[in-house]
């Protein structure tokens, strides 16, 4: 059965600190994974996707994740994070058909200023 | 465009209530989804809907009940609340094929049943 997990549940990071968030998945099919952000007070919304090619994939707000196949992840990461990038990252993969996702732990990310 | 709208945001119930959830969206999406959300579990799928009329089963149904009679409304129901389905409930649209894990989701309805 599918599955995805997030080791770290919460992080805090100076302003200017990398990042790097991970997530492991378990997956029998075609290989699609997705990571999601739900900023404070906002709605989730899509942070980038992973459908198939390059393996390094680049989304909205200067973040990237890296598929790495013989080591089921797919870890987000920023090079410098700012104060406004404080939110709760979830990674999803899907499962069967019918746009269902399921959905990871959630990584709470907090960026002092 | 409004995107994904839901009614209403906070509600408080007694053991034992029905209640309703309402979810539009103005996007013309054919799927649609209903999770709920609590600390340290992630988001949890309930029920899902991949056109007009239909419905289906998620990760956690039991206890909740959902309608599609219309593409752009997709109604969760609660039938006798318990204190386990206190939560945070988000509703969800996608397209079709091609772009239907691309999920936009609702502000979320938290649900306190005592």
């Known amino acids: 059965a599918q599955s995805v997990s997030q080791h770290n549940h919460h992080v805090i990071l100076s302003e200017a600190a990398s990042l790097e968030l991970g997530c492991n998945y378990s997956?029998?099919?075609?290989?699609?994974l997705f990571w999601y952000v739900q900023y404070p007070g906002q709605h989730l919304q899509l942070l980038l996707k992973?459908?198939?090619?390059?393996?390094l994939v680049k989304g909205i707000k200067g973040f990237e994740a890296e598929f790495i196949k013989s080591k089921f992840s797919f870890n987000l990461r920023k090079p410098s994070v700012q104060w406004s990038d404080t939110a709760e990252y979830f990674c999803a993969v899907p499962y069967n058909q019918g746009g269902k996702l399921i959905f990871g732990q959630g990584t709470e990310l907090s960026v002092k200023p | 465009n409004a995107g994904v709208t839901q009614t209403p945001k906070f509600r408080v119930l007694k053991t034992g209530q029905s209640m309703t959830l309402l979810c539009a969206q103005d996007m013309n999406h054919e799927y649609m989804y209903w999770y709920r959300q609590d600390p340290g579990m992630g988001l949890r799928l309930i029920h899902y809907s991949v056109g007009e009329g239909t419905t289906a089963k998620g990760e956690v149904p039991d206890g909740y009940n959902v309608s599609r009679l219309k593409k752009q409304n997709f109604l969760l129901g609660l039938e006798s609340a318990a204190p386990s389905q206190t939560s945070v409930y988000f509703c969800?649209?996608?397209?079709?094929?091609?772009?239907?894990?691309?999920?936009?989701f609702g502000p979320g309805t938290r649900l306190t049943v005592t």
């Open positions: 969800a649209s996608s397209p079709l094929r091609g772009r239907e894990y691309e999920q936009y």
């Open positions: 997956y029998g099919g075609t290989v699609n």
């Open positions: 992973y459908f198939s090619g390059d393996p």
